[in-house]
């Protein structure tokens, strides 16, 4: 197998030492098949072992290797050398405060999936000791919601989020839609105060960028878009004195 | 070890200008202007309309002028055509359809807003008395 030699330009931090982050290069002779992640296995393992990143399946699953590849947000592990130019910059993810090198501080976005309440809420009583069925419709109204893998690309790319922290964001808004039209929910209606707040969806101004580098095609954007539509129908629904529509 | 995240700054001015994501965006945004342009036009004609044919005829010829026929042909293909195509792009993601189990292709919804705005256009160059 033919290999090719990668300039790596990678965003080094020492939270004890730097004052700023600063970029190092280093030279990594790559094979045909590698995932930029390799590329960066082999800088910790024989060029650099003080470069702090997160990794963990290699197989799009995890969500935690998560990067800047030339600017956009990628899965290191489904990004190929092969596709790259000869020179390539790594940087953490954008809009995240950096905690070391590679690895960025979460914590926010966290916070963010718990708010929404993703879960399942029943006002009447689930079926006990069975199966609470669901027609195959039904599932397929919400599946592409659940296969969010939080790798938090989506939030890198979203420049609201950037500009105002307090936006609850693509991946948490596209958890809380997921639960929202799920046939065996029935709170909506308490998400909705969450939702459709100042840091709701309505700070999301459809720049569309986190449904075109999601690495597993959920369309965060489309929730989003969806969940404005179903907020103000609520809206008027309590405007006009109707009850919340739950199910 | 002690934590001290270092937090990258964002210029609230140039942001957009990052990447062609964001550009293209910008771009969508920019219409607003032109948006306003419009109405501000309507308002013109309308008083014009209530002032009288003379004052109609010159807010016709005002616009026939190489400059105004100009500026409406780039608002024409600037303003309307990438707004529809934005919102028609927009429409299954805000209104997806399931026909049994499976969700109706994107394509097809997209399809469908264009051949319905085909045939309202039709509609009204007929009734206008164009074709």
Known sequence: ?247 | MSRNPYVRPISKTTWYLRNGRFRIYALREVTCLLVGFYSFLSIFALRALWQGADSWNAFLASQQSTPMVLFHAFALVYFFIYQTVGWFQLAPKAMPLMMGEKKVAASTIVLGHYLVWALVSLFLLWFVGVI
Not at chain 1, 1 to 23: A, C, G, H, N, V
Not at chain 1, 53 to 60: A, D, G, V
Not at chain 1, 96 to 113: A, G, T
Not at chain 1, 178 to 204: F, M, P, T
């Open chain 1, 1 to 247: 197998m033919s290999t090719r030699q990668l300039e790596l330009e990678i965003l080094r931090y020492d939270p004890e030492k730097d004052e700023e982050p600063y970029f190092q290069n280093y030279s990594v002779p790559c094979q045909d098949d590698w995932a930029i992640l390799d590329a960066v296995n082999y800088v910790k393992e024989n060029l650099d072992t003080t470069l702090a990143y997160r990794w963990s399946c290699h197989m799009m699953v995890c969500g935690s290797c998560g990067m800047m590849i030339n600017g956009d947000p990628k899965l290191t592990c489904k990004t190929f050398v092969r596709d790259l130019p000869d020179k390539v910059r790594i940087e953490p993810l954008e809009n995240f405060p950096i905690e070391r090198d590679l690895v960025v501080v979460l914590d926010d976005v966290i916070e963010k999936l718990h708010r929404v309440k993703p879960y399942i809420i029943r006002k009447d009583p689930a079926p006990e000791n069975e199966e609470f069925n669901q027609p195959r419709s039904a599932l397929m109204k919400f599946k592409q919601y659940t296969m969010c893998i939080n790798c938090m690309c989506c939030y890198s790319a979203c420049p609201q989020y950037g500009l105002n922290p307090e936006f609850i964001g693509p991946a948490a808004l596209a958890l809380a839609h997921r639960y929202n039209i799920d046939s065996r929910d029935q709170g909506k209606s308490e998400r909705l105060d969450i939702l459709a707040d100042h840091d709701g969806v309505w700070d999301c101004s459809f720049v569309g960028a986190c449904s075109e580098v999601c690495p597993k095609s959920v369309d965060p954007a489309a929730a989003l878009q969806q969940m404005k539509v179903d907020g103000a129908m609520e809206w008027w629904k309590r405007k006009m004195g109707f009850p919340g529509g739950d199910s």
